[in-house]
């Protein structure tokens, strides 16, 4: 990877949304191709639809059989896909959920062979995509399913972020009748160990300071309105600060993000999906990034969907999918600085003074025997 640009690899999404319309947006500006070396998993005649429709403003791709091939300077496109499928804007439709999932299989097979270096998907349709293959509520459980197979990652974790906030997720995408039963001490603690590891090497934050949202209403108030915050919470909490972590809470969501205590802290652990995304997005919306944490490969995403209703009217802003290419090699950059300064720490020295182990101060010269 050394003396060239970040290789970007970008899925197309569901090419009934506004995948194809962010794409083309972002990559109209030619000085993206100075910060990293783009290669979109597609189709260029379905690309050249979607411009066309739309009267965007023309993306010259190159394109590619392999990403070996990838040229520095261009917009590279891989074929993928069959570019006979037909898109039509605002539909699920089973045509478009196997473009969806053609794209990302190529993409993950580059991953896996280091091929490239980031991963930025376009946003699938979840009921669109569903198949024999491809089972998953979403991205998320399906990058950690394949790493994991490959015993490369013990678990992953959602981030949602726009600067300097970001929001985690101890439970994804499941129903909200099952959210009790998997918050467990257990899960909790897992998941504050990946955030804060994810805050200090892929953000740079040397000492995170993570804030943990409560299950239920005010908190339970004591017993009132349930007890997971005494029994399950609070216990993860303590467990987690015993193990070197900066945590607090358990804060109750409402009041947490009303009075603006979020802006305090690096990271905020939310209990289940909608707990954390709709204050997020209310936030966030235009310009937010999802990240997954704990994966060895760095893979972002705009934080939303396909947006059917906007599909194919030129409506659909660009800001969340450029930023999720911005973080993506900001990220990256990141963990390799980490790795640097932490590949050969410096070892305990000590000396034998009359059978005693001393430490030896390196900072001073020791005395000539």
Do not use: W
Request: aromatic share 8%; glycine share 8%.
């Amino acid at each position: 990877m050394e003396g060239r640009l970040i290789r970007a690899g970008i899925t197309h999404g569901d090419t009934n949304g506004v995948g194809y319309e962010v794409i083309l947006k972002t990559f109209a500006d030619e000085r993206i191709v100075e910060l990293c070396t783009p290669v979109i998993y597609g189709s260029l005649k379905i690309a050249l639809y979607h411009q066309r429709m739309m009267n965007l403003p023309p993306v010259n791709f190159e394109v590619i059989s392999r990403t070996e091939e990838a040229v520095e300077g261009k917009i590279n496109l891989i074929n993928c896909v069959d570019e006979n499928i037909k898109v039509l804007p605002g539909q699920a439709t089973q045509e478009a959920g196997v473009a969806a999932y053609r794209s990302l299989e190529a993409a993950m097979t580059d991953v896996k062979r280091g091929a490239i270096d980031t991963l930025l998907t376009a946003p699938i349709n979840k009921y669109s995509i569903r198949s024999k293959a491809f089972h998953f509520p979403g991205h998320t459980e399906y990058l950690e399913a394949h790493f994991r197979e490959n015993d490369r990652s013990g678990g992953s974790l959602m981030i949602l972020m726009q600067e300097q906030l970001r929001v985690a997720l101890v439970t994804g995408h499941i129903p909200l009748g099952d959210v009790k039963a998997q918050v467990t001490k257990e899960r909790i603690v897992e998941k504050l160990n990946l955030f804060n590891v994810s805050l200090k090497q892929d953000f740079a934050i040397v000492r995170p300071r993570i804030a943990v949202l409560s299950l239920n209403p005010h908190a339970g108030d004591r017993g009132v309105l349930g007890s997971e915050e005494e029994t399950v919470i609070s216990p993860a909490i303590a467990e987690a600060e015993k193990c070197g972590l900066t945590v607090f809470g358990p804060y109750a969501a409402y009041g947490f993000f009303g009075s603006s205590t979020y802006t305090r802290f690096d990271g905020i652990l939310a209990m289940y999906h909608d707990q954390g995304l709709i204050p997020f997005k209310a936030l966030a919306m235009e310009n937010g990034v999802n990240y997954t944490a704990g994966l060895p490969v760095v893979r972002t995403s705009p934080a939303h969907g396909t947006a059917y209703d906007i599909a194919g009217r030129n409506q659909a802003s660009e800001e969340s999918f450029r930023r999720a290419l911005f973080v993506s090699m900001d990220i990256f950059r990141n963990r390799r600085i980490h790795r640097r300064i932490t590949a050969n720490p410096l070892q305990k020295q000590y000396v034998d003074r009359g059978g005693d182990n001393v430490k030896l101060d390196l900072t001073k010269e020791e005395p000539a025997e």
